[in-house]
């Protein structure tokens, strides 16, 4: 399968585990087209899947033995993947790599919104629906070539920072929205108190600008806690359509492979 035109990383994961599901996969193995893992450890990538441990495997590469990857590039996938670990509450080492394998159910309850990649938001997905996910050691071959995905780390950081954010806004929005909202809320409380004491004592007048302020931040946070409940109320209905989606995908893709 090929596009006429690049569609990103994301949109061709997703057409890669369409077909495979067509074709009557019952496991899925992903990996980069620049030759960075083994495929001698496929074997190995497979094996928790084939002994019904887990639904979704990764690979995780030695980052700190890794030769091509410079001190910083070496930290940032650290610390990215310990964003992601505690984002989707998981125990992943590697959140990254794209050496990964997926079970056929795994692979039918998958979903991609971002166009950027599918690395960390299905990390996040798996660990926010319970879905069994863990890692394996695998090996790394020497590069190739630079990677296409991104022209700087700079850029990298950024859309991956703000791809794990809006995965977790999708699948936890009451939590992002209320950590928002009491910014302003006990900023506002803060202020107000400072406005009383000041009219308790008599010194009220001239601190007019005081009160109107913490109603605002106040009124701010109250808003921003009823969007992210009204968010909340959005992602249990999406939890709904993608439990219809991968009854769908079952009948569609069953059906298929067995023409």
Same mark, same amino acid.
């Given at each position: 399968?090929?596009?006429?035109q690049?569609k $990103?990383? @994301?949109?061709?994961?997703?057409? $890669?585990?369409?077909?495979?599901?067509?074709?009557?996969?019952?496991?899925?193995?992903?990996?980069?087209?620049d030759?960075?893992?083994?495929?001698?450890?496929?074997?190995?990538?497979?094996q928790?899947?084939?002994?019904?441990? @887990?639904?979704?495997?990764? #690979?995780?590469?030695?980052?700190d033995?890794?030769?091509?990857?410079?001190?910083?590039?070496?930290?940032?996938?650290?610390? $990215? =993947?310990?964003?992601?670990?505690?984002a =989707?509450?998981?125990? /992943?080492?590697?959140?990254?790599?794209g050496?990964?394998?997926?079970?056929?159910?795994?692979?039918?309850?998958?979903n991609?919104?971002?166009?950027?990649?599918?690395?960390?938001?299905?990390?996040?997905?798996?660990?926010?629906?319970?879905? @069994?996910?863990t890692?394996?050691?695998?090996?790394?071959?020497?590069?190739?070539?630079?990677?296409?995905?991104?022209h700087?780390?700079y850029?990298?950081?950024?859309?991956?920072?703000?791809?794990?954010?809006r995965?977790?806004?999708?699948y936890?929005?009451?939590?992002?929205?209320?950590?928002?909202?009491?910014?302003?809320?006990?900023? $506002?409380?803060?202020?107000?108190?400072?406005?009383?004491?000041?009219?308790?004592n008599?010194?009220?007048?001239?601190?007019?600008?005081?009160? /109107?302020?913490?109603?605002?931040?106040? /009124?701010? #946070?109250?808003?921003?806690?009823?969007?992210?409940?009204?968010?909340?109320?959005?992602?249990?209905?999406?939890?709904?359509l993608?439990?219809?989606?991968?009854?769908?995908?079952?009948?569609?893709?069953?059906?298929?492979?067995?023409?």
């Open positions: 399968m090929s596009f006429p690049n $990103g990383l @994301a949109k061709g994961f997703m057409a $890669g585990l369409d077909e495979c599901l067509r074709n009557g996969a019952d496991i899925i193995v992903n990996t980069d087209a030759n960075q893992y083994c495929a001698a450890d496929i074997p190995k990538l497979i928790p899947i084939i002994e019904n441990k @887990a639904d979704i495997v990764i #690979g995780e590469r030695p980052i033995e890794t030769e091509n990857f410079s001190w910083m590039k070496k930290k940032l996938q650290h610390f $990215g =993947s310990w964003v992601v670990r505690k =989707s509450k998981t125990a /992943i080492p590697d959140a990254p790599s050496f990964r394998a997926f079970s056929r159910d795994a692979a039918m309850r998958v991609v919104i971002n166009d950027y990649t599918y690395t960390l938001e299905t990390i996040v997905q798996a660990g926010r629906n319970r879905m @069994a996910i890692s394996v050691p695998v090996r790394t071959n020497p590069e190739l070539r630079k990677s296409r995905l991104f700087s780390m850029a990298y950081v950024k859309k991956s920072m703000l791809t794990i954010l995965a977790l806004m999708m936890k929005p009451l939590y992002c929205f209320s950590v928002v909202a009491i910014i302003p809320i006990l900023i $506002g409380i803060g202020i107000g108190i400072r406005f009383m004491v000041f009219y308790m008599g010194y009220g007048t001239g601190h007019t600008q005081s009160l /109107i302020l913490a109603c605002t931040l106040i /009124i701010i #946070g109250f808003v921003t806690f009823v969007i992210g409940m009204l968010a909340d109320v959005i992602s249990a209905n999406r939890k709904i993608e439990d219809v989606q991968y009854h769908l995908k079952r009948q569609m893709y069953d059906k298929e492979s067995h023409e």
